[in-house]
C-alpha cells in the first residue's frame, strides 16, 4: 500500500493487516494469547526488541495493531496502544505518565467514573487535580502550579455539551510545558482531530461512536510516541489490553464510522432545532445551533456537532422523570454513540449523588435530559420526542 495520504473514509478502510498466503480480502481475527519463536536467537531478540513482532496478546496482536493503526492515522498520531475499555485508557494514561506529588489541571465537566479516579484514587498516591469552569477558560492558568504536569478536558463535554477550545489549551499547555490530554469520545477523529491543536494525547472510549452499535468494549490512546512508549510498558506489565475479537469488530466498525456520524449529526441537528421551538423546553445545546454559547469555537474545531443533545425540560427533576417515562421507542439505557437513540437524565440517574450545587457546578440543571440521536429515521425519533413531551 502506497504511503500517500489519503482521505479519511479511504484510510479507515484500506488501512488493514498485510494478507497472509490464503489473500483473504478483510482481515482475520487472531484469536490466540500468544506466538511461536523460529528459535532461541529469535526468542531473545524478540524479548530485547531487537525485533519489533508480537510475542504475547497482553503486549500486541495483529488485530489490536490494525485498529490502533487506523485511529493514528485519523488523529494525526504517532503511536497508540488499544484498551479493553475506555477507562481503562483513561486510568492507565494517567498511572504511566504521573508520579508521586504530580497535579493535574481538568475540566471540571469530566465523565463520571473520570471524577472518581481523580477524587478518589489518584490522591492515594498523592497525585491531586484541581478543576476550572469550562465556561470560563480565562482561570485556568490560575490553577497551575510548579508539580501541575498534565492538563486534560473533554469537549464536547459529557452531559452539557460545553465546548472548550482547544487552540486555547494547546497554546497554555506549549507555554507552561504540559501534557496535554483530550478526550475526543464525543467527536470521534472524524469530527474534531486535537493534536491539530497542540494535543499531545488523544483518548477514546471506542465502545461509543467507535462501534457505534453497542456491541463491544474498547478504548484506545494514541498521540506522542515517547509518551505512548510510557503508557505501553506501563499497560504490558499491568494488563488492560484489547481483546482481538473487540479489537476486530472495532477496526471493522471504522470502516463506515463517517457515513454513520454523519447521519447521526443530520438526526441530531434536526433534534435539535425541534427541541428549541417546543413549549415545553427551556433551552437547548447543540454544538452546531447557533444559540451555543461556544458555537464559534465549535465551527473552528470541528467538522460538524456530533449526535449529542442537551436540552432542559420544564419542571425539574420531576418533570426529567416524567419525561423519561413517557417514552415509547427511543432507548433509556447507559449508553451513547449507539444506532439507536438514547435518552437520559442525568440529576434523577447517573448524578443524583451530588447536591444540586455540586450538579450545577458541571452545568446540569435538574431538568437536564442528554440524547444521543440514532440512526432511526428522523420523523420516528421527533414523534417520539414530542409525545414524551406533551405527556
Known amino acids: 500500500m502506497s504511503e500517500e495520504r489519503k482521505q479519511f473514509e479511504t484510510e479507515a478502510i484500506r488501512t488493514q493487516l498485510e494478507r497472509s498466503e490464503f489473500l483473504e480480502h478483510t482481515s482475520p481475527i487472531y484469536l490466540t494469547s500468544s506466538f511461536v519463536f523460529e528459535d532461541a536467537e529469535d526468542m531473545r531478540a524478540s524479548f530485547t526488541e531487537e525485533k519489533e513482532r508480537n510475542i504475547y496478546s497482553r503486549f500486541s496482536n495483529p488485530n489490536t495493531t490494525e485498529f490502533v493503526d487506523k485511529i493514528c492515522k485519523m488523529e494525526g498520531a504517532e503511536s497508540g496502544y488499544a484498551f479493553a475499555t475506555g477507562m481503562a485508557a483513561v486510568f492507565s494514561t494517567f498511572a504511566a505518565l504521573l508520579k508521586s506529588g504530580d497535579h493535574i489541571v481538568s475540566a471540571r465537566s469530566v465523565f463520571g467514573s473520570t471524577h472518581a479516579l481523580f477524587v478518589n484514587y489518584l490522591p492515594k498516591w498523592d497525585i491531586t487535580t484541581s478543576y476550572f469552569d469550562v465556561n470560563k ?9 510548579p508539580n501541575t504536569k498534565i492538563l486534560y478536558a473533554e469537549t464536547p463535554t459529557n452531559p452539557a455539551v460545553d465546548i472548550i477550545d482547544l487552540e486555547l489549551l494547546g497554546d497554555i499547555a506549549q507555554k507552561h510545558n504540559l ?38 468494549l474498547g478504548g484506545v490512546t494514541v498521540g506522542n510516541a515517547d509518551l505512548i512508549r510510557e503508557v505501553y510498558l506501563f499497560s504490558r506489565n499491568t494488563g488492560p489490553a484489547l481483546s482481538p475479537f473487540n479489537a ?9 464510522l463517517a457515513v454513520r456520524v454523519d447521519k447521526h449529526c443530520e438526526n441530531a441537528l434536526k433534534v435539535a432545532g425541534f427541541l428549541e421551538s417546543h413549549s415545553n423546553v427551556s433551552w437547548v445545546k447543540y454544538p452546531f445551533l447557533k444559540s451555543h454559547p461556544q458555537y464559534e469555537v465549535a465551527k473552528k474545531q470541528m467538522k460538524l456537532g456530533g449526535n449529542i443533545v442537551a436540552f432542559e425540560v420544564k419542571g425539574g427533576i420531576e418533570g426529567g422523570r416524567n419525561f423519561l417515562n413517557a417514552i415509547k421507542m427511543c432507548s433509556l439505557a447507559a449508553n451513547l454513540g449507539d444506532t439507536r437513540t438514547i435518552v437520559t437524565h442525568p440529576s434523577s440517574t447517573t448524578h443524583s449523588k451530588l447536591s444540586e450545587a455540586d450538579r450545577l457546578q458541571v452545568s446540569i440543571t435538574d431538568g437536564l435530559v442528554r440524547i444521543s440521536v440514532g440512526l432511526e429515521h428522523i420523523d420516528d425519533i421527533i414523534t417520539d420526542l414530542k409525545q414524551a413531551l406533551e405527556n
Open 179 to 216: 501534557i496535554l490530554i483530550i478526550d475526543n469520545c464525543f467527536a470521534t477523529p472524524y469530527l474534531q482531530q486535537p493534536i491539530k491543536f497542540g494535543a499531545h494525547l488523544v483518548i477514546h472510549s471506542a465502545t461509543k461512536l467507535i462501534d457505534g452499535q453497542g456491541r463491544v
Open 248 to 256: 476486530w469488530i472495532l477496526s471493522k466498525s471504522l470502516e463506515t
Open 137 to 145: 477558560p480565562e482561570t485556568i492558568e490560575s490553577f497551575i502550579t
